[in-house]
């Protein structure tokens, strides 16, 4: 399994981006699948979570209200629509995958086995 992410960028304080997760070679269908965040100096963390089997979701306390998962099959993609945006979520944003539909840790880094490659996001004046 293939995961590449994309819709990084800057954005000022209070707006809105959307990270898509585009799978290849599998149907991310079956697979957990969570959204990570690592900045500078600070370990990778648990972000976002969707479950296969009935689409539940898990949000991170410092994101809940604020950030949205979504999937959409057809397109065999993950999505993470983050709105009013602060600067402390400045981070490269990864999604991850696991075979497990459902996982006990959904934000724990390492319940999850494929990893995309990361996409920049910036939220600075």
């Known amino acids: 399994l293939q995961l590449v992410e994309s819709g990084g960028g800057l954005v000022q304080p209070g707006g809105s981006l959307t990270l898509s997760c585009v799978a290849s070679?599998?149907?991310?269908?079956?697979?957990?699948v969570g959204w990570f965040r690592q900045a500078p100096g600070k370990e990778r963390e648990g972000v976002s979570s969707i479950s296969s089997t009935d689409g539940r979701t898990t949000y991170a306390d410092s994101v809940k209200g604020r950030f949205t998962i979504f999937k959409d099959n057809a397109k065999n993609t993950v999505y993470l629509q983050m709105n009013s945006l602060k600067p402390e979520d400045t981070a490269v944003y990864y999604c991850?995958?696991?075979?497990?539909?459902?996982?006990?840790?959904?934000?724990?880094?390492?319940?999850?086995?494929?990893w995309g490659q990361g996409t920049q996001v910036t939220v600075s004046s």
């Open positions: 991850a995958a696991d075979i497990r539909p459902f996982l006990v840790h959904p934000l724990r880094v390492s319940d999850y086995d494929y």
């Open positions: 070679e599998y149907t991310l269908e079956y697979y957990a």
